[in-house]
T-cell receptor, first 116, second 110 residues
């Protein structure tokens, strides 16, 4: 069974540009979560999508947005990039039924975004 | 609110030493507790979990016991190996969202 896949692995953008990150959950997982892992700051919750709808959002500005497609894959878009957006962006999904309390998350390997 | 506090690293141990990484939490309701591990250049992997008080999660020689009275979920391993070098994250979930600690970096030297 394929795991959670994220693309691209690395992304370099210039300040002010837009970045698009992609995530494909494990087959059968309907919930997708996005986290930002900035150096020295741990994991910060960004967004949660389930069944195509945004269910919850972390404390990030509106220029961080995303969507979930009918096949449950997801995109994270970051507009007007700033230097401090440089981080590892992790996507995670949960098992059918979305019970993270029992099953936890399955994480992808992340996209390393560098803003110069 | 909900939060997780981990002991700060980095932690450096010799091979076969005993490992403890402290984790305490604050939560409303009855959370599930998790330890995740992140090897260099990779995403996070679930290491172990406990879903109710007094449960013990274990995997790959690592153990953690859900202690409601002390709101703790300390990670332990009796004899670490070089391959255990990674960053370890404690986390809780109340059913709606995960809350992660800041991570503890472990380096095991031969």
């Amino acid at each position: 069974e394929a795991g959670v896949t994220q693309s691209p692995t690395h992304l370099i953008k210039t300040r002010g540009q837009q970045a698009t990150l992609r995530c494909s959950p494990i087959s059968g997982h309907t919930s997708v979560y996005w986290y930002q892992q900035a150096l020295g700051l741990g994991l910060q919750f960004l967004l949660w999508y389930d069944e195509g709808e945004e269910r919850n959002r972390g404390n990030f500005p509106p220029r961080f947005s995303g969507r979930q497609f009918p096949n449950y894959s997801s995109e994270l878009n970051v507009n007007a990039l700033e230097l401090e957006d440089s981080a590892l962006y992790l996507c995670a999904s949960t098992q059918r039924g979305g019970d993270p309390m029992n099953y936890g998350y399955t994480f992808g390997s992340g996209t390393r975004l560098t803003v110069v | 609110g909900n939060s997780v506090t981990q002991m700060e690293g980095p932690v450096t141990l010799s091979e076969e030493a005993f490992l403890t990484i402290n984790c305490t939490y604050t939560a409303t309701g009855y959370p599930s507790l998790f330890w995740y591990v992140q090897y260099p250049g990779e995403g996070l992997q679930l290491l172990l979990k406990a879903t109710k008080a007094d449960d013990k999660g274990s995997n790959k020689g690592f153990e953690a016991t859900y202690r409601k009275e002390t709101t703790s979920f300390h990670l332990e391993k009796g004899s670490v190996q070089v391959s255990d070098s990674a960053v370890y994250f404690c986390a809780l979930n109340t059913g709606n969202q995960f809350y992660f600690g800041t991570g503890t970096s472990l380096t095991v030297i031969p």
